[in-house]
């Protein structure tokens, strides 16, 4: 079955960094594009981060030139390194398969990123 498992989150102080890893089986990874969304309490889940089977990204401007997705199509990873950290990006980072802005695809389990003043 399909599986996305996330991992590197954790607490960090303001301005520091953090690398989230999405490892994937039961897709053909190479062939997918691959997103990263965040979810804060209280608020509805968006997209930070996507990379296309072809490497083409883009951002959410709230992230834009402080995070970085990358792939790794030989390890089935999909990364997001987050610099300049601030307190509003707090929130729950899940990894998803598939098509973005729409309910195709799969979901990881999701890794808390919390950002301290």
């Known amino acids: 079955q399909v599986q996305l498992v996330e991992s590197g989150g954790g607490l960090v102080q303001a301005g520091g960094s953090l690398r989230l890893s999405c490892a994937a089986s039961?897709?053909?990874?190479?062939?997918?594009?691959m997103g990263w969304y965040r979810q804060a309490p209280g608020k509805q889940r968006e997209l930070v981060a996507h990379?296309?089977?072809?490497?083409?990204?883009n951002y959410a401007d709230s992230v834009k030139g402080r995070f970085t997705i990358s792939r790794d199509n030989a390890k089935n990873t999909v990364y997001l390194q987050m610099n300049s950290l601030k307190p509003e990006d707090t929130a729950v980072y899940y990894c998803?398969?598939?098509?973005?802005?729409?309910?195709?695809?799969?979901w990881g389990q999701g890794t808390q990123v919390t950002v301290s003043s």
């Open positions: 998803k398969s598939g098509v973005m802005y729409t309910g195709i695809g799969y």
């Open positions: 990379i296309s089977s072809g490497g083409s990204t």
């Open positions: 039961g897709i053909v990874f190479s062939m997918n594009a």
